[in-house]
Nanobody, 115 residues
Framework: QVQLVESGGDLVQPGGSLRLSCAAS????????MGWYRQAPGKERELVAA???????NYGDSVKGRFTISRDNAKNTVYLQMNSLKPEDTAVYYC?????????WGQGTQVTVSS
């Protein structure tokens, strides 16, 4: 059983920062891809950032230059550092992992950017 558990969501003012964490129940070396997606009310789920086993990293266009994805292999954890947050970043953020060609999702963590 593969489990992904997110944490770190919160209410933050525009321009602020947050760091999300995604803890995996297995070694993240075993995942082909680990990433973050988000879904705002009434919108489709979209890619925020993804890190691939070969070292490549992708970011969604709306977060480039503001968000950074990183991984701590020893802790089996992937992070999403979010800076210069905007109200339009408000969404439920989901951790995603591809393990032996199967997609796994966390339960989501709410990020609200508001003054």
């Amino acid at each position: 059983q593969v489990q992904l558990v997110e944490s770190g969501g919160d209410l933050v003012q525009p321009g602020g920062s947050l760091r999300l964490s995604c803890a995996a129940s297995r070694s993240i070396f075993s995942f082909n891809v680990m990433g973050w997606y988000r879904q705002a009310p009434g919108k489709e789920r979209e890619l925020v950032a993804a890190t691939y086993s070969g070292g490549r990293i992708n970011y969604g266009d709306s977060v480039k230059g503001r968000f950074t994805i990183s991984r701590d292999n020893a802790k089996n954890t992937v992070y999403l550092q979010m800076n210069s947050l905007k109200p339009e970043d408000t969404a439920v953020y989901y951790c995603n992992g591809v393990y032996y060609s199967k997609n796994y999702w966390g339960q989501g963590t709410q990020v609200t950017v508001s003054s």
